[in-house]
């Protein structure tokens, strides 16, 4: 079971909310590419999501306003 560091990860967002909105956009966008290229997916796109936020593959961009 995949079960990251939700501080290690809340470190570089503002709020749980905008972490999850991302790792959503992200898993999305995985999916979307992976179709796109008509890939076969062998792990879940959350989890590949939320794998490449750890890594800092993928950085959440929050408006100016929440910051």
């Given at each position: 079971?995949?079960?990251?560091?939700?501080?290690?990860?809340?470190?570089?967002?503002?709020?749980?909310?905008?972490?999850?909105?991302?790792?959503?956009?992200?898993?999305?966008?995985?999916?979307d590419e992976a179709?796109e290229k008509e890939?076969?997916?062998?792990?879940?796109?959350?989890?590949?999501a939320i794998a490449?936020?750890?890594?800092?593959?993928?950085?959440?961009?929050?408006?100016?306003?929440?910051?």
């Amino acid at each position: 079971m995949f079960n990251p560091d939700l501080k290690e990860m809340l470190k570089n967002v503002n709020s749980r909310y905008s972490l999850v909105v991302g790792t959503a956009k992200r898993a999305r966008e995985i999916r979307d590419e992976a179709i796109e290229k008509e890939e076969q997916i062998d792990e879940k796109t959350v989890s590949r999501a939320i794998a490449e936020i750890c890594d800092g593959k993928y950085v959440i961009t929050e408006p100016d306003e929440l910051k």
